[in-house]
């Protein structure tokens, strides 16, 4: 069974930093490109990065590049996003799917909350 | 970046039904070199993560009731619940991924009238 388990989530100050985790288990995750999607509160999806099965590509979207940091570590079946110089406006439930062909898979997300 | 427009923003339907939700894309999602649309609906409950229902347009996901329908080309798309169900309250998005950034619609909330 695939399963897609987020960590790393919380609480944070404006200008803070997180790390988070998505451990992936039940397929061959080198062989799948995967990405961070995030929802803010009562609001839509929006994507927010990808990663190519070797890590040979990678996406950002306008409003985190330069600040977040998406890698991989196919050893450990583990994907990462690292947040620098977090806002407001990065609070929401932050999800790892599986892609490309749509995104098949989608983890059960973990809360970011950014606030002094 | 291709933007994804849906309509309507909501919509009620009687029990038993068909719902009809559009995507527009601004931009064509049909590959030439393959002839597929890049194009992905997806059902988000409350408190869930949403969950793919149909891709390349009109292919229906593993387990997916068959009551549910995607059609369309180009720019132009519809994701059909051909006689609605209770369990199917939710809101739907679509998803192109024939370029990056990857953008979703802005969501359709679907409610029983």
């Known amino acids: 069974e695939v399963q897609l388990v987020e960590s790393g989530g919380g609480l944070v100050k404006p200008g803070g930093s997180l790390r988070l985790s998505c451990a992936a288990s039940g397929f061959t995750f080198s062989s799948y490109s995967m990405n961070w999607v995030r929802q803010a509160p009562g609001k839509g999806l929006e994507w927010v990065s990808s990663i190519s099965s070797s890590s040979s590509y990678i996406y950002y979207a306008d409003s985190v590049k330069g600040r977040f940091t998406i890698s991989r570590d196919n050893a450990k079946n583990s994907l990462y996003l690292q947040m620098n110089s977090l806002r407001a406006e990065d609070t929401a439930v932050y999800y790892c799917?599986?892609?490309?062909?749509?995104?098949?898979?989608w983890g059960q997300g973990t809360l970011v909350t950014v606030s002094s | 970046d291709i933007v994804m427009t849906q309509s309507p923003d909501s919509l009620a339907v009687s029990l038993g039904e068909r719902a009809t939700i559009n995507c527009k894309s601004s931009q064509s999602v049909l590959y030439s070199s393959n002839n597929k649309n890049y194009l992905a609906w997806y059902q988000q409950k409350p408190g869930q993560p949403p969950k793919l229902l149909i891709y390349?347009?009109?292919t229906r996901e593993s387990g997916v009731p068959d009551r549910f329908s995607g059609s369309g080309s180009g720019t132009d798309f519809t994701l059909t619940i051909s006689s609605l169900q209770a369990e199917d309250v939710a809101v739907y998005y679509c998803?192109?991924?024939?370029?990056?950034?990857?953008?979703f619609g802005q969501g359709t909330r679907l409610e029983i009238k």
């Open positions: 799917a599986r892609g490309p062909v749509g995104f098949d898979y």
């Open positions: 998803q192109q991924y024939y370029s990056t950034p990857p953008g």
């Open positions: 390349w347009a009109s």
